[in-house]
């Protein structure tokens, strides 16, 4: 069994900065990555990271950075220039096999808080 666990949502101004972490508890390999919730309360993509390579949403490019530590099995999302549209639920998701963020998320987070204001 795989369990996720977001941590660092929190309330900042908008130009400001966060990082996201989520823990990875259980044996896992694969792919994890990022959502939130949209406008119309879809989750979309932000960012993956699995098989040697990231993929980003065209919003996040430039602007936020996954990574991952291993040793920790811990994934994070740093988030800099944040705008107001950024306000959202973060989720973490992990899938087993290909990669991006197309993949086929099988286990999710509970999710993380993250509001920008102007």
């Known amino acids: 069994q795989v369990e996720l666990v977001e941590s660092g949502g929190d309330s900042v101004e908008a130009g400001g900065s966060l990082r996201l972490s989520c823990e990875v508890r259980g044996y896992y390999s694969g792919c994890l990555a990022w959502f939130r919730q949209g406008p119309r309360n879809e989750r979309e993509g932000v960012a993956s990271i699995g098989d040697g390579r990231t993929t980003y949403a065209a919003f996040a490019k430039g602007r936020f950075t996954i990574s991952e530590e291993q040793s920790k099995e811990i994934i994070y999302l740093q988030m800099d220039a944040l705008k107001p549209e950024d306000t959202s639920t973060y989720y973490c998701?992990?899938?087993?096999?290909?990669?991006?963020?197309?993949?086929?998320?099988?286990?999710w987070g509970q999710g993380t808080q993250v509001t920008v204001s102007s």
């Open positions: 998701a992990a899938a087993r096999g290909y990669c991006d963020l197309g993949a086929d998320f099988q286990w």
